[in-house]
Structures are given as C-alpha cells and as structure tokens.
C-alpha cells in the first residue's frame, strides 16, 4: 500500500504502485480538474504539485509518491480565489479551457518558488505547457498581474 497526501487529506492506494498518478487523481480520487494530453511528459496538461513542484502526473507513477504531499487544481485554493485564479477571470485566459489547469498549476509553482519571477523567467517556466488554442499571451499577462 502506498500512503500520501492529496489536497491536504491523507490516502493511501493498494493498486499497481506502477500506476500513472494521473489515473490514479482521475480514476481512483475522482480529480478529474488534472487532464490527459499527451501522456508523454510533453504537453503540461496534467501538471500538479509534488512536495511543492510541479511535476506531470502522467509521467510519475504512484510509487514516486511514497509520503509525498500533492496538491491539485481543486487544492490549489479554498474558493477558486487564488491570485492566478483570479487574474485568469479577470482577463479571460482560456478558449477551450483544456490545458489551463496545467497551466495555473505550473505557474503556481514558479510564484511559489520565486515571487518576484522576471518576465523572461516566466516565458522561460511557461515554455513545456502547450495550448492549442493559442492563449499563451493572455496566460503571459495573468501570471504578470498575479505576481503583483
Ligand atoms: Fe502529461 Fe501531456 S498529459 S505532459
């Protein structure tokens, strides 16, 4: 059996410890914010936090999680009012929304990490989420008015 933490709540899962964390969160603890893309760690849809930094969950198995804490975008603020959360409502980010889970939760992590991240270091960070609608302007500006 593998124990951690989801959201701040502890679990445990006696499945494959083999399985993705991304069909565990989808599958197992109905998290169903965390998206499949590419499942191929080239995509950025299925980002979530581990201990603190952004991972892909298609690309972690349960057994990496071992009394490890995860925070999904349903964790990632009581009522959706986190500042990234808000500055995308405020601006209008998505198109068709599918990504951009994975996007705020890698832009969590870098704000998290350095509060006064460059612009460059944001476009740096962003670089791995993919959106095919094109939205990467707006998620630009988002994260610019959330680090204010
Ligand atoms: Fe995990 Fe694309 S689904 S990176």
């Given at each position: 059996?593998?124990?951690?933490?989801?959201?701040?709540?502890?679990?445990?899962?006696?499945?494959?410890?083999?399985?993705?964390?991304?069909?565990?969160?989808?599958?197992?603890?109905?998290?169903?914010?965390?998206?499949?893309?590419?499942?191929?760690?080239?995509?950025?849809?299925?980002?979530v936090h581990v201990n603190?930094?952004?991972v892909r969950s298609c690309?972690?198995?349960?057994?990496?999680?071992?009394?490890?804490?995860?925070?999904?975008?349903?964790?990632?603020?009581?009522?959706?009012?986190?500042?990234?959360?808000?500055?995308?409502?405020?601006?209008?980010?998505?198109?068709?929304?599918?990504?951009?889970?994975?996007?705020?939760?890698?832009?969590?992590?870098?704000?998290?990490?350095?509060?006064?991240?460059?612009?460059?270091?944001?476009?740096?960070?962003?670089?791995?989420?993919?959106?095919?609608?094109?939205?990467?302007?707006?998620?630009?500006?988002?994260?610019?008015?959330?680090r204010e």
């Open positions: 059996m593998t124990t951690f933490k989801v959201n701040g709540a502890a679990r445990s899962f006696d499945g494959d410890p083999d399985t993705p964390l991304l069909w565990y969160l989808r599958d197992e603890a109905g998290l169903t914010g965390t998206k499949f893309g590419c499942g191929a760690g080239l995509c950025g849809a299925c980002t603190g930094e952004a690309q972690t198995l349960v057994a990496d999680i071992a009394g490890a804490e995860v925070l999904t975008i349903e964790g990632l603020s009581a009522k959706a009012d986190h500042p990234l959360q808000k500055a995308w409502t405020d601006l209008n980010v998505p198109q068709c929304g599918y990504c951009q889970a994975g996007q705020i939760m890698q832009a969590a992590a870098l704000l998290q990490s350095n509060p006064e991240i460059s612009d460059a270091a944001i476009e740096e960070g962003m670089y791995g989420n993919i959106c095919r609608c094109g939205t990467y302007q707006r998620i630009t500006k988002a994260i610019r008015q959330a």
